[in-house]
């Protein structure tokens, strides 16, 4: 296992949540970085992702209530989620690359390297 997340859980709408992503690969080195999600019946959207230089990119759904960082460069990665909707309701995966882009990309495919997944539950 590459990559772990943390913080999932389930919260009323409104609420906040922090993701977590670790590497237990110590010798890996991140330069991008992101958050995706899938819900059920849905394909897997990518909602934000960060470069080494703190770049970053995020889906309309999920701007100006989430934020993206990377507390130690190119090693995590957190994702505050504030403000949640029930349609934030997702697994949410952590993804990483070993190559650098300037514009940090959300489509799955630029990504090698996945997390399992932690469930996210925002409730009415």
């Known amino acids: 296992v590459q990559l772990e997340e943390s913080g999932g859980g389930s919260v009323q709408a409104g609420g906040s949540l922090k993701l977590s992503c670790v590497t237990s690969?110590?010798?890996?080195?991140?330069?991008?970085m992101a958050w995706f999600r899938q819900a059920p019946g849905k394909e897997r959207e990518g909602i934000a992702a960060?470069?080494?230089?703190?770049?970053?990119s995020y889906a309309d759904s999920v701007k100006g209530r989430f934020t993206i960082s990377q507390p130690i460069a190119k090693k995590t990665l957190t994702l505050q989620m504030n403000n949640l909707k029930p349609e934030d309701t997702a697994v949410y995966y952590c993804?990483?690359?070993?190559?650098?882009?300037?514009?940090?990309?959300?489509?799955?495919?630029?990504?090698?390297?996945w997390g399992q997944g932690i469930q996210v539950t925002v409730s009415s």
């Open positions: 960060i470069n080494s230089w703190k770049t970053t």
């Open positions: 690969n110590l010798t890996a080195s991140w330069p991008v």
């Open positions: 993804a990483a690359t070993p190559d650098y882009y300037s514009h940090p990309p959300r489509s799955a495919n630029y990504y090698g390297y």
